[in-house]
């Protein structure tokens, strides 16, 4: 990417349908009440030839104290410091109003590159809108239809410039977005790198301290956080370097059971939450403390393990727990009992607020990374296979013994195994939970997905209903010998 640009306004101006436009995805939640955007997003642009980063910001409104509407006007503007060009965005509709004229203002003081553009623009409505963003003393004002895609083109020369600018410095310091999950890799552990970093995506229900736990280990206030719950609305991704482990690491929105789920935002946030776990490699499942593994959080983490994605609970709020001891073995024995298709994954507890415990946390991640790549070799499992069925044959139902001839691992991420054997459709789910828990403890798997299936091997022999068949020249030869007297 040879540039950061940022788009700013006030709310309800069209900055992330032009966000997604740009991006050329909808990677943004879009909606007609303003303040949908809370959080800094940032995507990887295309316009033309060019490419730059873009990043969608929260709507600039006139606050300056700690509640919502300030702290999210700080994010703005931290966006603002940290973009090379800012697109301040205005309602050609709705023309220049007085805040419009404030945050101009700002934004000359605050950017070296400041570009302003009039966006809802379509038809003669907004000429007097355009014509009143002169006024505003940044230079001509972009004529922009984000939803209709009209404008792009002005927008396109006026950026083009600052590309060869900034081309130098995009060679070093490219960033790498959107790194799509190669789930047939199998060649052996990927180790995370600067370009391909590993991917965790951090889930629970709403107020669990998601935002603040990546602050901490970001290391700076980088998420809008407070006490208020489900400030998170948009499913946000950030690259680090976390303590020498390259990762890129999603904060979601809380997740509230769906009965509760009625505002549209919500539905779209719970939505973009399920899609980073999708894309994510290892997901941490974050509780609180005083209320752990309630129906939601069950289902949360249930949704990680059946995605196939290694899994990490980490229990937050540690520092204002009383009964540590007692806590913990009342948090390992429910997790056994509530969770037992992630048994023994990584149980951690953190603080957020503190700092203690992340270490624990960054350990935990990275082996359940290596874990869920793990791979063993088929003479390992057919040894494995056979001390198994010694110990425990498999049932015989209708008196039939069901046969298991070999095992081999199909693919990793997450460990896949096939089993070949004779009547896999009258296979006990029983035996197959017998047989994934020993690869769990025998091979070193605890907590990580684990997908076995049982697959037919015929041991017909394939040519014994082939018909016998005389050639036809020897039958020839012994028909006319039967002919002659």
């Known amino acids: 990417m040879s540039f950061t640009l940022a788009i700013v306004g006030r709310p309800n101006v069209g900055k992330s349908t032009l966000f997604n436009r740009l991006v050329g995805k909808r990677l943004a939640l879009v909606d007609n009440q303003p303040g949908v955007t809370r959080d800094l997003r940032e995507g990887e642009a295309r316009l033309g030839d060019l490419r730059f980063t873009v990043i969608d910001t929260a709507g600039l409104e006139d606050a300056t104290d700690d509640s919502l509407q300030g702290r999210m006007r700080r994010l703005t503007e931290r966006a603002v410091d940290m973009a090379d060009v800012c697109l301040f965005l205005i309602d050609a509709r709705a023309g220049v109003t007085p805040v419009d004229e404030m945050f101009a203002d700002i934004l000359r003081k ?48 006026a950026l083009m410039p600052l590309a060869d600018q900034y081309a130098e410095r995009a060679e070093t310091e490219a960033p790498e977005t959107d790194v799509s999950l190669d789930e047939e890799d199998d060649a052996g552990i990927r180790k995370p790198t600067k370009s391909r970093p590993l991917q965790v995506a951090v889930v629970g229900r709403p107020n669990a301290g998601k935002s603040t736990l990546i602050n901490k280990i970001l290391g700076e206030d980088r998420l809008l956080t407070g006490p208020e719950a489900g400030i998170t609305r948009d499913a946000i991704s950030l690259q680090m370097d976390w303590d020498g482990l390259p990762v890129r690491i999603f904060d979601t929105a809380g997740m509230r059971k769906k009965a509760k789920v009625q505002d549209k ?45 290694a899994v990490v609970v980490a229990v937050n709020k540690w520092d204002i727990e009383n009964e540590k001891q007692q806590k913990l073995r009342d948090l390992k024995e429910a997790f056994d009992r509530l969770l037992p298709q992630l048994r023994g994954a990584p149980l951690i507890t953190v603080s957020a607020k503190t700092g203690r415990g992340l270490d624990r946390l960054r350990a935990a991640v990275e082996k359940a990374y290596d874990v869920w790549n793990r791979r063993v070799t088929t003479a390992q499992l057919n040894r494995w296979l056979t001390g198994m069925l ?10 039939r013994r069901i046969k298991l001839r070999y095992m081999t691992q199909a693919k990793t991420r997450p460990p896949g195994f096939v089993v070949m054997c004779s009547h896999p459709d009258k296979m006990a789910e029983s035996y197959s939970r017998y047989l994934v828990n020993g690869l769990r403890e025998d091979f070193d798997m605890p907590g990580t997905p684990i997908r076995l299936t049982m697959r037919s091997q015929s ?19 012994l028909s006319k010998k039967a002919s002659r007297p």
């Open 110 to 157: 605050r950017s070296a590159h400041v570009f302003v553009a009039a966006n809802k623009s379509e038809g003669s409505a907004a000429d007097a809108g355009v014509i009143e963003a002169f006024g505003l003393g940044l230079g001509e004002p972009i004529r922009l239809s984000a939803e209709h895609g009209e404008g792009m083109n002005d927008l396109y020369s």
């Open 265 to 309: 935002v919500e539905k779209l946030s719970v939505s973009d939450g399920l899609r980073a776990v999708k894309f994510a490699e290892v997901v941490v499942v974050l509780l609180d403390a005083a209320i752990p593994f309630e129906q939601q959080d069950l289902r949360i983490a249930d949704l990680a393990e059946r995605e196939g994605r």
């Open 390 to 399: 010694e110990a425990h044959p498999p049932p015989a139902p209708g008196g």
């Open 459 to 477: 041991d017909k022999n394939p040519y014994k209903e082939r018909k016998k068949s005389t050639p036809s020249r020897l039958r020839k030869h």
